[in-house]
């Protein structure tokens, strides 16, 4: 009887929906070849399966972690895109101001935004 209640239940949409999340940052970075990074205190294992790759994972209190990170996806001719949480836009686009790295932020689905970021030219 359990099981036949829940068959007829509907999947819920929240801001946590994963799937949502992954496909509203393809359509944000079009076609190009980007590394994404992940500003947040916990780990999206959902994202991770979603996207099919192991997600690099900064913690907004590691954040001079993300220049370098950044810099090694130039390196590797990827574009960076780091998707983060609206309350650590501020401390995320100091860093990468910092290293003079360009920024453009895209809302995206569910509350979180996505900064892709453009080396800035000599």
């Given at each position: 009887?359990?099981?036949?209640?829940?068959?007829?239940?509907?999947?819920?949409?929240?801001?946590?929906?994963?799937?949502?999340?992954?496909?509203?940052?393809?359509?944000?970075?079009?076609?190009?070849?980007?590394?994404?990074?992940?500003?947040?205190?916990?780990?999206?294992?959902?994202?991770?399966?979603?996207?099919?790759e192991i997600l690099?994972?900064?913690?907004?209190?590691?954040?001079?972690?993300?220049?370098?990170?950044?810099?090694?996806?130039?390196?590797?001719?990827?574009?960076?895109?780091?998707?983060?949480?609206?309350?650590?836009?501020?401390?995320?686009?100091?860093?990468?101001?910092?290293?003079?790295?360009?920024?453009?932020?895209?809302?995206?689905?569910?509350?979180?935004?996505?900064?892709?970021?453009?080396?800035?030219?000599?």
């Amino acid at each position: 009887m359990a099981l036949k209640a829940l068959s007829g239940t509907s999947v819920v949409s929240s801001p946590h929906y994963m799937k949502r999340l992954s496909a509203s940052i393809d359509k944000a970075v079009a076609a190009r070849s980007f590394q994404l990074l992940v500003v947040y205190d916990k780990k999206l294992n959902g994202l991770a399966f979603y996207k099919n790759e192991i997600l690099d994972h900064i913690n907004p209190s590691m954040s001079d972690q993300l220049s370098e990170k950044v810099i090694a996806a130039f390196r590797n001719g990827k574009t960076p895109a780091v998707l983060l949480r609206a309350g650590n836009v501020g401390l995320v686009s100091d860093v990468l101001r910092l290293s003079e790295i360009h920024i453009t932020a895209k809302d995206l689905y569910g509350g979180w935004l996505l900064i892709t970021c453009e080396q800035r030219s000599q």
